[in-house]
């Protein structure tokens, strides 16, 4: 198991469950994290690399993988293309300059790359710390790259596992919450898949792909985006660079929020729509990271007015001249099965007596899917092109250290909390310490702080004031901090906003920072080598 | 191509043994319970559980089998073709009515509720130990707003040491300490839990046979004389926090969730859950009245 | 687990140093290490490599601090990357680790054995050392029940801080064994004759001619002389050896020899009187039954409280190893054994099997169910051969003399010679080797007759039983006392007579089942308490109604208990009661 970029041990402590299972039985892990993070310390061997240096380290393995002869030829010439491109745009990568880019030793490179390559089954799991970066799908294909090196992916108990950060974001996605998707990932621009969705919705349906929420951001500051209607989202508080996020939803003209909260995007809004709780006084489903669909149901009553989303949603509807009626979320889930062929054959009863289905589920016959991609072992490939490689290259952080900011910043989530701590800061736990700012004891040492003492915390884009926290386990040179209490330490006003175009995702993982001492505010050395 | 596209398939293979002078078969591997529970015979059970490796340290489902000096845990003994099994001898009731009396004379049962009907069942005397038996003696220990640990009521059935340690959760916050009767289930030098590797994943409370362990909640509604668990309603539902998918079972009475555990023999969390699935749920009720003024709930 | 969670409480240097002399001794690394500040090698797999470290680590931070400190518990934790909370359970387990916060820390502790036949003079000598501040542990039989007389009184045990424990009784002189002008003995016949610390000595009294004609048997033709001289277990249970050894021999991969030497039997020395006395022939005896196994590695599990043995052992093993009799290559042959001892920590219960390799495996000395056996499941859950000293011992005339010749001395149902550890009431206290057949009466002359009255002897130790005068006749064979409803067990052989406060003797073996059980399994947990209960309240009286309770007792501790502990609490109890001794 290669975890890369995920601290699945508190972000998604029953996911690791399994892994622990795993090592028990023998199982070997590498995890490769900036930081030595509790999952790492789990790992047959940790690799601490350069933040940001993940296509690097990815290309190094490829490259020595070549070079030992461990690639699995027959695999590569059935079921891949490219590989001879992908090759040379590798060979550069020798365990030395890999060595060079990710601070991590050629021998520790080439122990993991062997491991992997010549695993009977190996799987590469990995969470934001891949995604959340300005090449961001580079680092996701550089991933990839190496499980059609191996043959690592489509047989079971191999693959390519990303671990979803929410409980429904695959199912968002699934649902057609894309701006470029129906639901079953069917294209908003194909005029089958239109026709399909016109007929059934009764309506014409928009041929062009919308948006996703970064370039609303950028619309909202171009003024073409003025009215903005969110649903269970609190960008207020989560998104980066937030200063000026909250600016631009200031200046919306209408903003509609839809929350089960008074959240702080909520305070901004012109209407708030109280809603329910989707998990416990909703009746649906959700589908989780491995794509399996589950039934959610209503346990307790929603207080007050607050109303079901779909509920809520349904009566906009009708207020704009369209009466959808009363349909019930089994209703709404059969329409979706008539469409989506990916979930064909998942009825409700089916999903509640199975323990839930993972789709592809195309009929009712159909078992459901354990894992993706078994069409690369098929002798015509499903009908399917090879695979083709993907020639990505090292870049770095998008913003780099310097003497002004010569700290880097890296983000992410505490094993009781949640995202901005909408939901988990209901509950009081004893194992919660607040937002600080995580650093190493020779750094403390060299800028005269000690464990607990508040800091000023400052990024090209803003300051905030947090306490830090002395942690040995943190490279030199790298701060971490949650972000699960923005109403404490408003740690997005730091964060970069530089995104990723093909994913939207912004860099909340890179960040330069200086940290200075409240008492005697003084500019801090360089750290050296940054 | 070629690539194994399945797990290695479990046995097809069956194994027949005798119970009570009835053939059973289950799968090999299976256990004598398994048989039992096949053959619809009832057996009592403490620290067995299906998401747990036994440690068959209770001794309450011991069984009789022919050409064994002594009599055999039926949960964890692996059924063994020609096996004759015996579930109701006099030698069965005889131990299985003592293990009983022996944890009624020195445990507080009093919230043991499964265990109940078999001490009545096979006659159990707790009373007959003299005036002063020595018993657990232990006070409840209330560390933290989530759950509590009442040590009269534990029976060491070592589950929630299980649950804690490499069966689930592969924290080791606790262990089983000292020896004999003195053994108590204790973190390192029995320091308080919040300052223990204790991580509030609440496994080990939903584990717990006797109510030793109990969520917070439940213990502050039975203080209160309004824990009503016959008018109980569970609702299985998803976890709303991360995308591993983890069921929930919420416990509701007087339309609030006031427990939340987790099916056993559910494949993503095998029963066992973290702080925030456990816990985390309270948001759905707490601070509801100060929203409600706010935004018009 | 790795991801541990440890109080603020810091080891001193002397306690780091301590035990990283105890891992280097063994050759145990640290689990976790950082390669460079951003390379660590840790995880799963080298911290259960490394679990085997944890007793010899506590010993060492005991014997430095006088207790499991708190800072020095996680120094080990850091240093194996085991869990404090699983630390402390397992110390906790130990007599011989304390984890309380006492504040005599500071000073030796002596343990005091309050067993019999040590019973009688403990109290004294216990006000005696009180008297002068000494702290005192009241400990269970120390296994030097030969010297527990009126001029010796009890056995005693000094566990040390910052110095070695020691046995005060413990000399260098040769032994004066009883029977040493004895002809015709083969388990003690260097016992008292030979310079112990010598293998030049054990070599020039025929030592490792039998290890020769094993090899030129072959492992096969060994285990065969092995089952054809009938040898059984003398541990207790007189299990076949030839079958258990052939079990090992028919598995494959990693194998062991495990000696268990944890003898803890009320009334059993003989092991001890081996060990001191004549570690050669132990070491001799294991490795040829790694050879006959296919064993790479023996194990001696030795009882914490035998200084001196543990220290001639150690002796002997690095003079063999020198000499080419232990390691790699053994006699220059192709077969490679290599030998490595394991203190015990006080605890009865590790002379169980099974609780003895969770105990060696670095985790509590409980019991695990059986079946699976040790021969498939043992020691790291491989193959394993387990055995007594005094049954390896054994192995040597068989080599020597033939299984068949071997197997013709002796009885029908009993063949070869039997040690039997006499103590009590009894003229010449010791251990004393027999040919099997001798009767009771004759094996107490040897020891030159009971003192006073004979009122009971008890067989077998705690876990034994008593017998009265009308078994004086008795064979001590294993047929014959399993035909008078007593067993031969450990060969204890613990005279009374009639001065012995037999309540008081009843009331304290009921005591030591309560203290010595390791609270696993409920019958035992419970059951040994309320069956010492019930003696409390009875003693010196009639038992009237209680005698239906604590027959209630003994039949739910033997049909459900998980191990021999419990199935055996409450045997030598109700045979007083039966022999009207007491109740």
């Keep these: 198991m290669l975890l890369w970029g995920s601290n699945a041990r508190e972000a998604h402590p029953i996911f690791f469950h399994h892994l622990m299972t795993g090592l028990d039985n023998g199982a070997t892990m590498y995890a490769v994290d900036p930081r030595r993070t509790s999952s790492s310390k789990f790992a047959d061997m940790w690799l601490g690399l350069n933040l940001g240096s993940d296509v690097a380290l990815a290309n190094t393995v490829a490259n020595h993988i070549i070079n030992k002869g461990l690639v699995n030829t027959e695999f590569i010439a059935h079921s891949t293309q490219g590989y001879e491109e992908y090759k040379a745009a590798v060979a550069p990568y020798t365990l030395e300059h890999g060595e060079a880019l990710t601070g991590l030793p050629g021998s520790a490179i080439a122990e993991m790359a062997e491991a992997y390559a010549t695993a009977e089954t190996a799987q590469i799991l990995w969470t934001l710390g891949i995604t959340e970066h300005h090449n961001a799908v580079d680092n996701v294909l550089a991933l990839c790259n190496l499980a059609l090196l191996t043959g690592h992916i489509g047989r079971w108990g191999s693959g390519l596992v990303p671990l979803r950060g929410q409980n429904n974001v695959q199912g968002g996605g699934d649902m057609g919450a894309l701006p470029n998707k129906f639901p079953g990932f069917q294209n908003v621009t194909d005029p089958n898949h239109r026709a399909k969705f016109e007929a059934v919705y009764g309506v014409d349906l928009p041929a062009e792909d919308g948006i996703h929420l970064t370039l609303m951001f950028e619309a909202m500051e171009r003024g073409e985006i003025t009215t903005a209607y969110v649903i269970g989202e609190n960008p207020a508080d989560s998104e980066a660079d937030i200063q000026h996020a909250r600016k631009l939803l200031s200046g919306l003209d209408m903003l509609v929020v839809q929350d089960i909260f008074m959240t702080r995007t909520a305070e901004l809004a012109d209407v708030v729509l109280p809603a329910s709780v989707g998990w416990a006084e909703c009746e649906g489903t959700v589908t989780s990271s491995e794509r399996r669909v589950q039934r959610v149901r209503a346990a307790v009553p929603p207080p007050g007015e607050a109303r079901h989303d779909q509920d809520i949603i349904g009566e906009l509807a009708r207020r704009m001249g369209y009466d959808w009626g009363q349909p019930t979320s089994e209703d709404l889930w059969e329409e979706l099965r008539s469409l989506s062929p990916l979930h064909g054959g998942m009825t409700y009863a089916r999903l509640e007596s199975e323990s839930g289905l993972q789709w592809p589920c195309p009929d009712l016959g159909h078992p459901g899917s354990p894992f993706l991609h078994g069409w690369l072992w098929e002798d015509d490939l499903g009908g399917r092109e090879p695979s083709p490689f993907s020639i990505v290259e090292h870049q770095g952080p998008k913003e780099e250290l310097s003497e002004e900011f010569p700290y880097r910043l890296t983000t992410g989530r505490s094993l009781d909390s949640y995202n901005t701590g909408v939901q988990s800061g209901g509950y009081d736990s004893p194992i919660r310490y607040g937002d600080a700012l995580d650093i190493n004891p020779a750094d403390a040492q060299r800028l005269d702080l000690v464990d607990g003492e508040r800091v000023l915390v400052s990024s090209p884009r803003g300051s905030v004031e947090m306490p830090i926290r002395v942690q040995p386990d943190i490279p030199v040179g790298l701060t971490f901090t949650t972000f699960h209490f923005p109403e404490l330490v408003d740690i997005n006003l730091l964060t970069n906003d530089a995104w990723d175009k093909r994913s939207g995702t912004a860099e909340f993982k890179a960040a330069a920072i200086r940290i200075e001492k409240l008492a005697t505010p003084a500019v801090p050395e360089p750290v050296a080598g940054a | 191509m070629t690539s194994r596209q399945q797990p290695v398939a479990a046995s097809e293979t069956a194994v027949t043994i005798s119970v009570n002078g009835s053939d059973v078969s289950v799968p090999e591997g299976g256990t004598i319970l398994d048989a039992c529970s096949a053959a619809g015979i009832e057996t009592p059970t403490i620290c067995y559980a299906e998401n747990l490796t036994p440690v068959n340290a209770c001794r309450v489902c011991v069984v009789e089998v022919e050409n064994s000096r002594t009599l055999v845990p039926s949960c964890s003994r692996a059924a063994e073709p020609g096996m004759v099994v015996q579930t109701d001898s006099e030698r069965v009731r005889h131990s299985r009515k003592m293990v009983l009396e022996f944890l009624g004379s020195g445990v507080d049962l009093s919230q043991a509720d499964q265990l109940a009907p078999w001490m009545e069942k096979y006659g159990s005397d707790p009373g007959r130990y003299g005036e002063s038996p020595e018993t657990m003696n232990e006070e409840v220990r209330i560390e933290d707003n989530l759950y509590i640990r009442d040590y009269d009521k534990c029976v060491l059935c070592y589950k929630c040491v299980e649950a804690c340690g490499d069966d689930a959760q592969h924290t080791f916050a606790i262990s089983m300490s000292g020896r004999g009767f003195g053994a108590r289930i204790a973190t390192e030098f029995d320091v308080a839990l919040p300052d223990s590797a204790c991580v509030y994943c609440g496994n080990c409370v939903a584990v717990c046979p006797t109510n030793a362990l109990q969520f917070k909640t439940e213990f502050d509604l039975r203080e209160m004389g309004n824990w009503r668990e016959e008018e109980q309603e569970v609702t299985q539902t998803v976890c709303s926090y991360c995308g591993v998918g983890c069921n929930l079972e919420l416990h509701t009475q007087d339309e609030r969730i006031v427990k939340v555990t987790s099916p056993a023999d559910h494949s993503v969390t095998s029963g066992h859950l973290c702080i925030k699935g456990r816990f985390g749920w309270q948001y759905v009720h707490a601070g509801a009245d100060e929203v409600d003024v706010q935004i018009g709930r | ?582 109740g």
């Excluded at chain 3, 820390?105 to 009180?130: G, Q, R, T, Y």
């Excluded at chain 3, 120390?142 to 110095?163: M, S, V, Y």
């Excluded at chain 3, 059984?232 to 062991?256: I, L, Q, Y």
């Design chain 3, 1 to 582: 687990m790795p991801d541990l969670h440890l109080t603020q409480d810091r080891a001193s240097s002397a306690e780091m140093a301590a035990v990283d002399a105890a891992l280097a001794t063994l050759g145990v690394t640290p689990a976790v290490v950082e390669e460079t500040e951003r390379l660590v090698r840790g995880g799963i797999h080298r911290k259960n490599e490394r679990r085997h470290a944890l007793l010899p680590a506590l010993h060492a931070l005991q014997t430095e601090s006088g207790w499991i400190s708190k800072g020095g518990t996680n120094y080990i934790a850091e240093t194996l990357n085991v869990p404090p909370a699983e630390i402390y359970g397992v110390a906790s387990f130990y007599e011989m680790f304390r984890v309380d916060t006492a504040p005599d820390h500071d000073e030796n502790v002596a343990h005091v054995c309050v067993d019999s036949p040590c019973l009688e003079f403990a109290e004294a000598k216990i006000a005696e050392l009180e008297a002068d501040g000494t702290p005192i542990h009241r400990s269970p039989c120390l296994g030097q029940c030969e010297r527990a007389t009126p001029d010796h009184g009890p056995a005693l045990f000094i566990q040390g801080r910052k110095a070695a424990n020691s046995v005060p009784s413990d000399s260098s002189d040769l032994w004066d064994l009883p029977q040493k002008h004895e002809y015709g003995l083969k388990l003690l016949k260097n016992v008292g004759r030979i310079d112990p610390t010598s293998l030049d000595a054990y070599v020039g009294a025929g030592g490792y001619k039998a290890l020769a004609k094993a090899f030129a048997l072959g492992p096969d033709k060994v285990i065969e002389e092995v089952s054809a001289a009938g040898l059984m277990g003398r541990g207790g249970a007189a299990f076949p050896t030839g079958v258990k050894w052939r079990g090992v021999a028919a598995e494959s991969g990693t194998k062991h020899i495990v000696v268990n030497a944890d003898e803890s039997e009320p009334g059993t020395f003989k092991d001890r009187t081996i060990m001191e006395h004549d570690p050669f022939s132990l070491i001799e005896a294991m490795t040829i039954a790694g050879f006959a196994t296919g064993a790479q590695k023996g194990w001696i599990y030795i009882r914490g409280e035998y200084p001196l043995a543990t220290e001639r052992l150690q002796i002997a093993i690095d003079s063999a190893r020198v000499a080419g009799f232990v390691g790699d290559g053994i006699a220059r042959s192709s077969f490679n054994f290599d030998i490595e001892i394991r203190r015990g920590a006080g605890a009865y219960i590790c002379g169980e099997e099974t609780a003895l390799f969770n105990s060696l495996e670095g985790f509590r000395g409980e019991p695990r169910q059986k079946p699976p056996f040790p021969t498939t499941n043992g020691l790291f859950d491989q193959p394993t051969a387990i055995n007594n000293p005094e049954t390896l011992l054994n192995v040597l005339p068989i080599m020597l003399e033939g299984g068949e010749v071997y197997g013709n001395l002796g009885t029908e149902g009993s063949s070869g010679h039997k040690l039997f550890c006499l103590s009590g009431h009894i003229a010449a206290p010791g251990t004393y080797e027999v040919e099997f057949g001798p009767t009771l009466r004759d094996v107490l002359e040897l020891g030159g007759g009971v003192q006073g009255t004979l009122k009971a002897v008890l067989l077998g130790g705690a876990a034994g039983s008593f017998v009265g005068l009308d078994a004086l006749d008795m064979p001590l064979t294993m047929e014959a006392t399993r035909a008078a409803g007593a067993s031969l067990g450990s060969g204890v052989v613990m005279a009374f007579n009639d001065t012995t406060d037999f309540d008081a003797v009843c009331v304290r073996i009921a005591e030591f089942f309560r203290n010595e059980s390791c609270g696993q399994c409920v019958p035992c947990r419970i059951g040994a308490v309320r069956q010492h209960e019930v003696l409390v309240r009875t003693s010196g009286s009639k038992l009237n109604g209680e005698l239906k309770l604590l027959q209630d007792i003994d039949l739910a501790m033997k049909d459900a208990s998980i191990c021999g502990l419990g199935h055996t609490a409450s045997t030598a109890v109700l045979s007083a009661i039966d022999l009207g001794l007491i």
